[in-house]
């Protein structure tokens, strides 16, 4: 499935453009990891400055996927405040059943003083930059039911053209190979990179050798022997691996307690994440926190 290089479409862009124009809102797709996959419409100066900095760019984009994550959970639009403050929200695209990114929309300050969650530990040390101070200052102030009717918009529409369009792209390109034929070494990379697109598109979900093998068109045995041959590691240590990796950044970039992070990433129970990821880095979950907010406070 080609779902996520798909949504780089012409009619993606053209739909990001003219809601961005129609509303003055600031658009971009982005894929699960938070990376921007279209073009940026009607960004803000001072979003544009802030995503020149590698770090500070680095919480954008903790931002964009955490806002994306729980957006989600209920497949409905989710309004929050971004790691700078600002109010941004983010609307799911599942395709086929598979969660491949996110259209993120906002940008704005509000007029009302609304209580709204704060999708990651809304951080100052920007404001000694008095460049970005500056271009934050000038950023419009919209009152909050403008931001909810956008985000209801924007949900139509991804519902009713964007998901529509792609599911058919994904239809396709999802048809079961004729059975017996030869495949090739090219054939095969792409089944496994397709496998890990899968992998990453379903931490939330108990994730299954049989089933991801499935997804692909190989028998689990098969499956089983091509994956390690290819990617050195084990299915199973491959995607506690990737888990684990995800764990420190959303420990590192957001406020979800240790229990969501760890539904979030498909532990079933929050002792046993626990147990897994003190396994992987010697250190809780919670001690790590904690070291990174003692770290703050030092510098």
Same mark, same amino acid.
């Given at each position: ?6 949504? =780089? ?18 658009? %971009? ?18 979003? #544009? ?10 919480? $954008?984009?903790?931002?964009?996927? $955490? ?6 959970? =209920?497949?409905?639009? $989710? ?6 403050? @600002? ?8 395709? *086929? ?5 996110? %259209? @993120? $929309? ?36 919209? =009152?909050?039911? #403008?931001?909810?009717?956008? *985000?209801?918009? @924007? #949900?139509?529409? %991804?519902?009713?053209?964007?998901? #529509? ?24 990379? *792409? ?21 991801? *093998? ?11 022997? @091509? ?11 491959? %995607? ?14 957001? =406020? ?44």
């Amino acid at each position: 499935m080609n779902s996520v290089s798909s949504l =780089d479409s012409e009619l993606i862009n053209k739909i990001a453009l003219d809601f961005a124009h129609a509303t003055g809102l600031a658009v %971009v797709v982005v894929n699960i990891h938070g990376e921007e996959i279209s073009e940026r419409f009607s960004f803000t100066s001072f979003c #544009k400055k802030m995503r020149e900095d590698p770090e500070l760019y680095s919480r $954008c984009k903790m931002s964009d996927r $955490c806002g994306g994550l729980e957006a989600s959970k =209920d497949n409905k639009p $989710c309004i929050y405040r971004c790691h700078a403050g @600002l109010t941004d929200f983010s609307i799911p695209l599942i395709i *086929a059943g598979n969660l491949v990114g996110f %259209v @993120l $929309c906002g940008q704005v300050r509000v007029t009302n003083d609304i209580t709204m969650e704060n999708i990651q530990k809304v951080d100052q040390h920007w404001q000694s930059d008095l460049e970005l101070l500056k271009a934050y200052e000038s950023i419009p102030l919209v =009152d909050f039911s #403008k931001v909810i009717a956008s *985000a209801d918009l @924007l #949900k139509l529409i %991804v519902d009713n053209c964007i998901k #529509k369009h792609l599911n058919f792209i994904v239809i396709n390109d999802t048809a079961s190979p004729e059975p017996d034929r030869p495949k090739s070494t090219a054939a095969y990379d *792409a089944k496994i990179k397709k496998a890990l697109r899968y992998i990453d598109s379903h931490f939330s979900e108990d994730l299954r050798l049989e089933d991801v *093998a499935a997804h692909v068109y190989l028998s689990p045995y098969y499956f089983s022997k @091509l994956f390690k041959k290819q990617l050195g590691i084990g299915f199973n240590a491959y %995607v506690t691996q990737q888990r684990m990796m995800n764990a420190k950044q959303m420990l590192e970039h957001s =406020d979800w307690s240790i229990a969501s992070i760890a539904k979030n990433l498909g532990f079933s129970q929050t002792s046993y994440f626990c147990k897994v990821f003190r396994q992987t880095f010697q250190i809780t979950p919670q001690m790590y926190r904690e070291n990174l907010v003692g770290d703050d406070i030092a510098s």
